[in-house]
């Protein structure tokens, strides 16, 4: 495992851990996201990101990417700077798993989601990594499925594999 994984995961663990600390930890989990992507001949990439709301403003996220024998981390910390009843708008602050194994890649970028009517939502991800200068992103609708579930379909791709925008479908769980 890459050395700027671990560093990724410690850092986010330690955290959550200390801002629930005088209550039950992990307990502002909202949800987990399982995605499969990819580009017509099967499945290139499986991602799972979970999400963590801290408070009103501030939420983290970890995404966990997997392809060929390759496991990459990325944290996010999205700061809530507009929102109304029916959507809303974050600025994010990213630190993500090296290519190379030597630095964290850094990003800046901008998150939202919305409601297109009653049943239908729609969400995207935008950021742009210093290191590299890459522009990375996702989006997508939100369409229900289960009570506490929803399947996604969307275009997205990741830090990592940053050529080409990949066909996502995705099951998100709600707590």
């Known amino acids: 495992m890459k050395y700027s994984n671990i560093i990724i995961i ?7 851990f200390a801002y ?8 502002g989990m909202q949800n987990i996201h ?11 990439n499986l991602l799972l990101t ?11 996220n970890l995404l966990m990417a997997y392809r060929d024998d390759q496991f990459n981390t990325e944290a996010t910390w999205q700061i809530n700077f507009w929102q109304n009843y029916n959507s809303e ?11 190379d194994n030597n630095l964290l890649g ?10 297109l009517s009653d049943v239908y939502n729609y969400f995207f991800d935008v950021k742009y990594f210093l290191d590299n200068q890459a522009l990375v992103g ?12 929803k399947l996604t379909l969307g275009m997205g791709n990741t830090y ?15 707590f």
């Open 106 to 115: 850094k990003a800046f970028g901008l998150a939202g989601k919305g409601e």
């Open 10 to 16: 410690i850092l986010l663990l330690s955290i959550l």
């Open 89 to 99: 708008l974050n600025l994010q602050l990213a630190l993500a798993s090296s290519k």
């Open 20 to 27: 629930n600390a005088e209550s039950e930890a992990l307990s």
């Open 50 to 60: 979970s999400n963590y709301r801290l408070d009103f403003i501030n939420r983290i």
């Open 138 to 149: 996702r989006g997508g609708l939100v369409l229900p499925l289960i009570f506490q579930g």
């Open 34 to 44: 399982f995605i499969v992507s990819g580009g017509g001949a099967g499945a290139d």
């Open 160 to 174: 990592w594999w940053h050529d080409r925008f990949l066909f996502n479908m995705g099951l998100k769980l709600k």
